[in-house]
């Protein structure tokens, strides 16, 4: 299965109410609940599971994105 | 042994006992109404209960013990095994088991044991006192369970803080022939022990500061929850022989809604059979399990068989699962201290 960066990128948006302050393309900027809501979403649709500090590592959802595509393969 | 299984015992009754002081995560301060919102949806947890300075885990367990005896109409004479499970025993010698033995006035014949354990230790106290029980030479046996968690953690740590809070049950075990197998599952990884610590008071650190409260490395534990609870309780269940569908109640450790939740749909399991307290008691450590079973199924399980699948987790690290049948148990009310 591909992981299509626009379909992750929407579905880490569409954890959050559009309320909440969250930018959801600067994952630096995530506070530690949501970064666990998003690693939580993450497992649940791609059984892919991301450690704290790949998280930390992953500066951008671009970047994100690729750890998950190379973990997920 | 990770996996095993243990004859000839079985639950008579369970209660439990939270401290009367309610405490409302909307009332935090330090955090924004915008990070309030998100942390209450976030984990579930509304309202919390923390015991006064005077209340130990073992009064709230105390409480809950006589409430239980009292209703089983046993003969104290006749307990011949207490376990205390908690992280906040009275002292750090004696043993608060043994202190119980006496305020609850048991006999000199009554075996007791400390066993330190947090998230996962109603499902290890259960194992063990099962095992201790299962040859037929105690008949009758007490497992207490319970925290004062809130009195090791910082005032004003947000990041802990809105977590955790007290509570202390007892369960009432009883030797029974015709009992059915209890199957367990319990596991450890101390590789992760620094992931949930009080570093401070103990023997390592005698001179340190011993102001300092528990530290929580929360990324950690959530990994670590979502990689291990699912397989053990999949291989508990593959080993007692049973399809997920004829488990009526999974009674999960109390650990927050997000993790609980995705645990719950990767499993496929329906909502209706995962009952939660976390938004009325939060999350309080060994206790979450038998008080959730208290507060949220304590009329049903008075008058019904249930096929039910406990499952621990957290601190240690450590994790368990047990399936265990449960047939028209007794059951107080939950009592307020």
């Known amino acids: ?73 | 042994m990770p996996l095993f299984k243990v004859a000839n015992t079985k639950i008579a009754g369970i209660s439990g006992a939270v401290p009367k002081n309610k405490v409302s995560n909307k009332d935090l301060e330090g955090l924004s109404q915008e990070q309030i919102d998100l942390l209450i949806k976030t984990t579930g947890i509304e309202n919390r209960r923390v015991a006064e300075e005077s209340i130990c885990a073992s009064d709230l367990c105390f409480v809950a013990a006589e409430k239980l005896l009292e209703e089983l109409k046993w003969n104290k004479n006749e307990i011949e095994i207490l376990i205390f499970v908690t992280q906040t025993p009275d002292y750090i010698m004696p043993g608060t088991s043994m202190i119980l033995q006496d305020r609850l006035n048991l006999p000199k014949s009554c075996m007791t044991l400390d066993i330190n354990q947090g998230c996962a230790g109603y499902v290890y106290g259960l194992s063990v006192i099962s095992n201790m029980m299962s040859s037929g030479a105690i008949k009758k046996g007490l497992l207490l369970v319970g925290d004062t968690i809130t009195k090791l953690i910082e005032k004003g740590d947000n990041s802990i803080v809105p977590i955790f809070s007290d509570a202390g049950t007892a369960t009432a075990i009883e030797f029974d022939s015709f009992a059915k197998d209890m199957i367990f599952n319990l596991q450890t990884d101390g590789s992760g022990y620094e992931s949930i610590i009080v570093t401070e008071g103990g023997a390592r650190n005698q001179t340190g500061d011993r102001t300092k409260k528990m530290r929580m490395r929360g990324h950690d534990v959530f990994a670590f929850a979502l990689k291990e609870v699912i397989p053990n309780i999949e291989s508990v269940l593959k080993y007692a022989g049973k399809e997920k569908n004829q488990i009526d109640y999974y009674i999960l450790h109390q650990a927050n809604k997000l993790l609980n939740e995705s645990i719950r749909r990767k499993m496929k399991i329906d909502s209706s059979k995962t009952p939660y307290t976390l938004g009325k008691y939060g999350n309080t450590s060994c206790a979450t399990i038998p008080l959730t079973l208290v507060s949220e199924l304590g009329e049903e399980v008075k008058s019904s068989n249930l096929e039910l699948l406990f499952s621990g987790f957290g601190v240690g690290l450590s994790w368990g699962a047990v399936c265990v049948n449960i047939s028209d148990i007794v059951c107080p009310k939950l009592i307020e201290l």
């Open chain 1, 1 to 73: 299965m591909k992981i299509d960066f626009l379909e992750f990128e929407s579905m880490i948006k569409d954890l959050f109410d559009p309320e909440f302050s969250f930018d959801s393309s600067l994952v630096e900027s995530w506070s530690s609940m949501q970064s666990l809501i998003v690693v939580s979403a993450i497992d649940e649709h791609y059984d892919v599971l991301i450690s704290h500090q790949e998280l930390k590592r992953a500066k951008t959802i671009h970047s994100l994105h690729s750890i998950v595509i190379k973990k997920f393969c």
